[in-house]
Structure formats: C-alpha cells, structure tokens
C-alpha cells in the first residue's frame, strides 16, 4: 500500500504541545519527518522540541485565526500530513456558559479544523496527493454533564470531515480524509487510567501514513475500524451472498 515517505514535505501537527498532539510529533519526527507543530504556548512547544529533536519546528499559532493560520501554512513549505489534534474541553455547565463562551470552544475544536484543512488543502491539490487525519470523539452521541461546547463542536467536526470526502473525494482520491478517534486517554483533558499518549500516537501515526484511498471516508477507533451501520437490506444481501465485511486493524505497538 502507499504511503507517506519524508520525502513527501512537512507534517503538521495542531496541539503539539503536549499529551496526544506531543507524543503525535515526536513519534514521526523518529520516523525521518519534519514536523512542524502548533500551540498557543511558546514554552510547551519548545518541551516537546527538547523530546523530538531538531526536525520539529515550534509554530506558536491559534489555529482559531484563519489569517494567522494561512500566513503559517503558506511559509511551511509542501505540507503532505495535517494531524487536526488541537482541542479544548473547558467542562463548563450549561447556565455557568455564555453564547461568547461557547463559541470560543466552537472557535478552535471546529473553526481550527477547517482553517488548517483548508490551508494545507491549498497546496495538497497543487500535487494531488496527501493526507488529512482528524482526531474526532463521540462526545456528540451522549454527551456527558457540562461539556455542551466540547460535544457540539466535536460532533460538528466529523460533519466537516464528511463534508470535506463529499467535495474533494471524486476530484483527488489520492488526498485520503478520514477521522480517528484515540478513545481515553491519560492525558490532561482524559483520565487517570486511560490509554498512554505514546501508547495512541503509534496508531494514529501508522493511520496518518497510509495514503490508501479506500481508508477516505473511514473511522477508526484506537486500532479499529468503525464500520458504518448497515440497513436491513444490506444486512440481507450480506447473508445471501457469505459476505462478511471485517473492519480493518491497525498493528498493535510493542
């Protein structure tokens, strides 16, 4: 199957200053990439560089700014790998959020997810080829006691990530678009008992690697696939014809 090589231009990698986004950075920068990684902290952007070496590049950004984030993305270079990880959970109760509040979480968890698709896209269609990974959750499906502006726009940004296949998929099947969701993790915004960040990143850097355009469209959860749910006639058909659809997996990391 194809896949990514260093040679094909930069990786970026939104919220690397820590947790998932940081172990994320590290890991492709030890397979030969130059990463280039974004945060709204200068400091936690340069601890991270102090684990990947000198082929990550702190990119203090607010990936909420359209402009500030096409003015960043234009003097990259060829960007072949968008991680869209950067998120904020700011577990507030509903009557404790404001309208300005919500939208500020909408701003980045949504806003940020299309101004770096969109940027990187401008130079991904140039060459036809490349890879957009979104890190999704499924917070929008029961969403949990104060967490209404997580919930919506996390639910809104695998809509987008649909929205985003509808238009470009017929065009560029070899700009491969898919959602991957890490599950909990013991990260900050995750919980104590949860799975390891570097544990998660060797999963999500094997998925961000593949440039299979059969994987455009699909969701993974952790190391599997999430087949979509199959109507009765489908189901029928299945059974009449043996045919077993198995959802992909991802290898397990040592």
Not at 163 to 181: G, Q, Y
Not at 242 to 247: C, G, K, T, W
Request: hydrophobic share 45%; charged share 20%.
């Amino acid at each position: 199957m194809p896949r990514l090589t260093p040679q094909d231009g930069i990786a970026v990698v939104t919220g690397a200053g820590s947790g998932l986004g940081r172990a994320l950075a590290v890991q492709l920068c030890a397979q030969g990439f130059s990463v280039a990684g974004t945060g709204r902290r200068r400091g936690a952007l340069d601890q991270t560089q102090a684990q990947a070496g000198p082929l990550f590049q702190p990119l203090p950004l607010n990936v909420a700014d359209a402009a500030a984030v096409r003015e960043a993305f234009a003097a990259l270079g060829p960007v072949a790998l968008l991680i869209n990880n950067a998120a904020v959970y700011p577990r507030r109760d509903i009557l404790d959020e404001s309208g300005e509040s919500f939208m500020q979480t909408v701003a980045i968890n949504l806003g940020g997810v299309m101004n770096c698709s969109r940027a990187a896209l401008d130079q991904m269609c140039l060459t036809g080829r490349g890879r957009i990974l979104n890190v999704a959750s499924f917070a929008d499906i029961a969403p949990l006691p104060a967490s209404a502006a997580y919930s919506v726009s996390k639910g809104a940004a695998r809509i987008l990530t649909r929205a985003l296949v509808a238009d470009l998929a017929d065009r560029f099947p070899d700009i491969v678009i898919n959602d991957w969701l890490p599950g909990m993790l013991r990260t900050d915004m995750g919980i104590p008992d949860g799975t390891p960040p570097d544990t998660a990143a060797a999963w999500g850097v094997q998925l961000a690697l593949d440039l299979d355009p059969a994987l455009t469209g699909s969701v993974f959860e952790m190391d599997s696939e999430v087949l979509p749910p199959r109507g009765l006639k489908g189901r029928i058909k299945d059974a009449a014809l043996l045919r077993r659809r198995r959802p992909r997996r991802l290898d397990r990391p040592d």
